[in-house]
């Protein structure tokens, strides 16, 4: 590795550096477009974690003395609640024969996996209106794809996010229209949650009013769209799993002073100026 300052005295070191994907490892999953960068030279091992560890079950053959965190959400629920909190809002609504699930996006794939196998039903796509979310899942996960005439037999359909507002209010106006049961929209995301604005007193019935954002269970909106907690970065949990593994000897968080020293493993396993900002 060349130096950057092109001073003729700073003497040239070999660092290896390895990019560490999806699959790299059996029981490693990584969400939205997530990499490892290991780095080792003379400087010892630098694991660069960019986006997330969602679940993170074998040991690396190396010890690792650097570990740089990118993004993390402690105070959101970890992978596996959010996915039962949406189970259990279908749960709450027998009554919904038709539920949409806003679950287009990379990453969000394992909130089908676990609806299909809650309810052992299919899950439907529109192929032609969602194609890149039926081919990722068709390669993923092809056993809760609805074939593609079953859009009538099948009870859960995914919803694409854009214009999700203008998609919401056309299928509840139309159900009403027709005198159906409400049908069910259900969101799991952390965005809705990051920009939650109550409605103003003089606008807002008695229970908005009272209505505060919750990370434990589903929230409604006032469009009828219900709101589901899940982030696709690590929650405390996925990190101290995480970092009980790897057991770094400094632990550097890029975005934010105070989160590193909040997880137990660096409170426990590394002294203050172990911890980086």
Known sequence: MLPLDNDPTTKNFLVTWTILGVGFLAGLIIRKCAVMFLFEGPFGSVLHITDCLSALTPHLARRIDYLFLARCSLRFPATQDSIRQVIDCIWKHPSALVVYLVCDMLGQEDVLVGVSKAFGSKIYV?????????????HVTPEILAADDAA??????????????????????????????????????????????????????????????????????????????????????????????????????????????????????????????
Request: aromatic content about 8%; charged content about 20%; overall charge neutral.
């Open 126 to 138: 529109d192929r032609e209106k969602n194609s890149d979310c039926h081919q990722r899942l068709a």
């Open 152 to 277: 009538p037999s099948t009870r859960f359909h995914v919803l694409s996010f854009p214009r999700l507002s203008e998609q919401a209010t056309e299928i509840l106006a139309q159900a009403r229209a027709a005198r159906q049961l409400k049908p069910l929209i259900i969101r799991p995301s952390s965005q809705w949650y990051a920009y939650y604005d109550p409605p103003p007193p003089e606008e807002a019935s008695t229970q908005q009013q009272q209505q505060k954002p919750v990370l434990t269970e589903a929230m409604c909106d006032e469009l009828g769209v219900w709101h589901v907690c899940l982030s696709m970065h690590s929650s405390r949990e996925e990190l101290e799993q995480a970092l009980g593994i790897l057991k770094p000897k400094w632990v550097v968080y890029t975005m934010s002073s105070c989160m590193v020293v909040d997880l137990s493993y660096v409170r426990k396993q590394c002294s203050l100026s172990q911890v980086r900002t």
